[in-house]
């Protein structure tokens, strides 16, 4: 174990999204001791989300005594643009802020280090060290939701870029297509992603859907026009995928976020799209996401005990921690 700690401390990880919150306690060795959920209040304004996130961090402070336990530091993870070189929050459409020294603000407030990180990143670091690309030096960690993003991990190392790496959901898979959140025209999320699913099938069939899954069961179904918004969406992530492949040949890439909760329907489709597309390159496996909604949260927590000691956890679990996969 590293110098500095014992079986008694752990770090508070806390994963901000743009709905929600997930926080946690986790020791040493990533087994989560405490859990807290909080709504994120995104229509309230950048000063009520980072107060929020106070609160939460605060919580889980007071937890950590409850347990017996002493936080060594804190890991945040939140969406957007993040230097985490800065600790700079440098754009979020979703909770409004710009240019927010926002871990710098945290430490002020909590009086314990905080690392502060980018959401998706984490969770591909996360399920490089504990999920489903555990042991792969070059991967690829793409949640498919509301939006689509990528983390990438190149010789081991996630990459940044400042923060701007891994936008995948605004590379063009349409020109001239559906207008995107982003300003641009036919970005991939506005063909692939959950949403864009849902609201296609609606507008092709007339009849509305509360969301992906629901297109995915009218797929079971033989739904034709289910069959047509599904082909398109899988089409153009394989069309993305392959060109991942080309440039920067990841062993593994991870399909998670909520378009993957419909598994063998998206991957074994989107397998067989990205293979015909490929030629002399190193095909990789495709796989799903083993580490659900918690994988930002261990993420940022793998980032705090990092930035404490330079390492990761002394102990890494053999097989997906039980508390996480539950």
């Known amino acids: 174990m590293p110098d500095g700690t014992d079986r008694h401390d752990c770090v508070i990880a806390l994963d901000v999204g743009g709905t929600s919150m997930k926080g946690a306690l986790l020791d040493r060795d990533l087994h989560v001791l405490d859990t807290v959920r909080r709504a994120t209040p995104r229509a309230s304004g950048r000063d009520a989300v980072v107060a929020e996130i106070t609160a939460v961090l605060r919580t889980l402070e007071a937890r950590a005594t409850e347990h017996g336990t002493t936080p060594r530091g804190a890991g945040v993870v939140v969406p957007g643009i993040v230097d985490e070189g800065s600790r700079t929050a440098v754009y979020s459409a979703n909770l409004g802020w710009r240019d927010l020294p926002l871990g710098d603000l945290l430490e002020g407030a909590l009086g314990l280090p905080v690392a502060l990180g980018h959401d998706v990143r984490a969770g591909g670091v996360a399920e490089c060290r504990l999920g489903a690309a555990r042991g792969a030096r070059d991967a690829w960690f793409v949640p498919v939701g509301t939006g689509i993003a990528a983390a990438v991990i190149c010789d081991g190392r996630p990459l940044s870029a400042g923060g701007y790496l891994g936008e995948l959901g605004h590379v063009l898979a349409e020109p001239g297509g559906e207008p995107c959140g982003c300003g641009a025209r036919g970005c991939l999320e506005t063909i692939s992603s959950a949403a864009a699913v849902a609201a296609a099938y609606g507008a092709r069939s ?9 297109v995915a069961a009218l797929l079971e179904r033989d739904d034709p026009d289910a069959r047509v918004v599904w082909d398109r969406a899988v ?7 392959a060109t991942v492949t080309t440039l920067f040949a990841p062993q593994v890439v991870v399909i998670g976020g909520g378009l993957a909760e419909a598994g063998g329907l998206l991957l074994d489709p989107l397998r067989s799209a990205v293979a015909r597309r490929l030629t002399f390159q190193r095909r990789p496996e495709l796989v799903l996401a083993a580490l659900g909604d918690m994988a930002g949260c ?9 930035a404490k000691d330079g390492g990761v956890a002394a102990r890494q679990p053999e097989e997906t921690p039980s508390s996480v996969a539950s």
């Open 206 to 214: 007339g009849r509305r859907v509360e969301g992906a899954a629901a």
């Open 298 to 306: 261990l993420g940022a927590g793998l980032a705090a005990w990092d």
């Open 235 to 241: 089409d153009a992530l394989a069309a993305a995928l």
